[in-house]
């Protein structure tokens, strides 16, 4: 049985729109999610991406149960996630980035000390956890602070750290490394790759941060209005771009970059002694590099594959060109072999 099943999923919005609107507008409607089906099993970490409104956070909204579908149905570890909210709760981990789940006049502690309680932790078993946690997460620093006195980077590691300490099966985290700054993003990407490796959990992170999903997400899932646009891993969707890749090339002594005759090898751009040459598929990287080696002498050769943000960026853009051709016959989900791996920790 799948953790997360999600078959034909509608969400619709009525709005009443502008205060001012004129006596012919009628009340707006908005699709939010239009018939989406996605299949998520225990030990995948799926990257949820999508444009801003794509409606990302309106299907972790159903999947958790806080929002009733209008059509489709949704069965999270064969539950539906709002009729059997008590039991799904104790399935589940939820964080949403600006909202925190801590109670907001008490000590961070306290907070944690009631959730023991609400899960009927054993002591032993919490106090390993909150050790285990405050590795990663260094909570114990601020402990003894007031909610609503926590920075934003610590506040989201401590609700980031009460999402797992029940250890749900299924983690769903919006934008958890929003705002964060680089050293804290570090860690909590190292506790989301360690929870990944045991294998023991299914979980969804929805994020701008494309250095996160690069990091951590095997698997992608790119909305788009409402809809499913990729499911797939996260190489078919970097390879979209037919494994294109460049190669920047700076000869030393400040000398124009070299005219490089090759098939499958053009130049992009020329900027003084740099050049940005594109390589086809199938170019080998190594007869490129003796190539320019021999024309002249090289300061530095650069050679980047493709990366997620520009093939977003051009999807978001409304490039679905190479995306229809690249999609993948069957989702992840459907074919266990196809299934990625879990990552390994940044
Ligand atoms: N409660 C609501 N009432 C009316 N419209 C809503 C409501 N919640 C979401 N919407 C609309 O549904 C669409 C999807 O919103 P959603 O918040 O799911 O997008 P998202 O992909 O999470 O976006 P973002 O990346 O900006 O957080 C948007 O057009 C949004 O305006």
């Not at 934008?175 to 360690?194: F, H, S, W, Y």
Request: charged content about 25%; hydrophobic content about 45%; proline content about 5%.
């Amino acid at each position: 049985m799948p953790a997360i099943e999600v078959r034909g999923v509608s969400k619709r919005f009525r709005s009443r729109g502008p205060l001012f609107r004129r006596r012919t507008e009628g009340p707006r409607e908005t699709v939010a999610l239009d018939r989406v089906d996605l299949e998520i099993g225990t030990g995948e970490f799926v990257g949820l991406l999508g444009q801003n409104g794509a409606g990302k956070s309106t299907l972790i909204r159903v999947m958790t149960g806080l929002m009733v579908p209008d059509a489709g149905e949704v069965r999270v570890l064969g539950l539906d996630p709002n009729r059997d909210q008590v039991r799904n709760a104790r399935n589940i981990g939820v964080t949403f980035g600006q909202r925190t789940q801590l109670w907001w006049d008490l000590r961070a502690r306290d907070s944690f000390e009631i959730l023991r309680d609400m899960y009927g932790l054993p002591a032993a078993t919490y106090t390993r956890r909150m050790r285990e946690l405050d590795d990663f997460l260094g909570l114990s620093a601020f402990w003894d602070t007031q909610a609503r006195h926590l920075s934003l980077g610590q506040r989201v590691r401590c609700d980031l750290a009460a999402a797992v300490l029940h250890r749900p099966v299924l983690l769903f985290l919006d934008e958890p490394t929003i705002g964060l700054d680089i050293l804290v993003k570090d860690q909590v990407r190292a506790m989301l790759a360690d929870l990944a490796g045991t294998g023991d959990h299914a979980i969804v992170l929805t994020t701008h941060d494309v250095a996160d999903v690069e990091a951590l997400c095997p698997r992608i899932v790119l909305i788009d209005r409402g809809r499913t646009l990729f499911d797939g891993t996260l190489a078919d969707l970097t390879g979209i771009g037919g494994g294109r890749r460049t190669v920047v090339v700076e000869l030393a002594g400040g000398r124009a970059a070299p005219e490089v005759r090759m098939p499958g090898v053009r130049l992009l751009e020329l900027d003084g002694a740099r050049a940005t040459y594109a390589l086809e598929p199938g170019v080998s990287q190594a007869r490129f590099a003796a190539r320019v080696l021999a024309a002249d002498e090289v300061r530095a050769i650069d050679f980047e594959g493709v990366r997620l943000e520009d093939v977003l960026r051009s999807i978001y853009a409304g490039d679905h060109r190479a995306l229809n051709a690249q999609r993948p016959a069957a989702s992840p989900a459907a074919s266990p072999a196809a299934r990625p791996s879990a990552p390994t920790p940044p």
